[in-house]
């Protein structure tokens, strides 16, 4: 009787410390409006108007940003986490934006509806605070990238849906755009620029 007093002790706190590990929602499937934009900051593509990830993108000038080509990758973290001490953990997911032939898929990405979320897969987080997610999104080759963060979502338990990261509430991520990463070559001459300005103007 006492073995199996023990043995019902051990389950109960194991299910209790499950519980208290909660689960969050990453999912993007199309059905929250939250899509992949990519736009072209110095104007020269499509007139600089950013369009969906995944439509007629590679057409209009945005190679190795079309349809599965956009990588995309998820970090939880406790709130008030520095991104890069987050990007030094192991990401929540990765994955690729929806290569789908349905239009209402297209411009997408889905990690799946629930994460359980652990103190090892969410170090530092004494899992009941508040958690704070980056998102990053680097298209192929590294032309356009972005990186955004949804704060203040609280894991759950024992709930059919997840608080989700992904929506239009308040600290969630309702849309992110992947802009041109400038060339190397181009920052140089800024910087070059730059410094000719400067010393033009000490000489004056």
């Known amino acids: 009787m006492k073995k199996l007093l023990i043995l019902s002790s051990v389950v109960a706190l194991g299910a209790i410390s499950a519980m208290g590990q909660g689960q969050v929602n990453l999912n993007d499937g199309g059905s929250t409006g939250v899509f ?3 736009q072209d ?3 020269t593509i499509n007139g600089g108007t950013a369009v969906k ?18 990588a995309v990758t998820v970090w939880g973290a406790p709130q ?18 929806s290569a789908s032939a349905l239009a209402g898929a297209q ?3 889905n990690a799946g509806s629930a994460y359980n979320l652990t103190t090892a897969n969410v170090p530092g ?12 999104a680097v298209s192929q080759g590294g032309g356009y990238s972005a990186t955004v963060e949804a704060q203040n979502i ?8 997840p608080p989700a990261v992904f929506g239009a509430g308040a600290g969630q991520i309702s849309g992110f755009t992947i802009t041109s990463v400038p060339e190397p ?4 001459l800024g910087g070059l620029g730059a410094a000719a300005l400067l010393l033009f103007r000490r000489r004056k």
């Open 41 to 43: 900051t110095t104007g």
């Open 125 to 136: 987080w004494n899992g009941s605070g508040p958690l704070e997610f980056f998102f990053q």
């Open 154 to 161: 609280t894991a759950s338990t024992g709930v059919a849906t």
């Open 53 to 70: 990830v995944g439509t007629a993108a590679n057409t209009a000038g945005f190679v190795g940003a079309g349809p599965g080509q956009v």
């Open 107 to 109: 411009g997408t990405f």
């Open 80 to 97: 008030g986490t520095a991104m890069s001490a987050a990007e030094a953990t192991t990401p929540l997911f990765q994955g690729f934006n």
């Open 185 to 188: 070559s181009t920052i140089a």
């Open 36 to 38: 992949l934009l990519i």
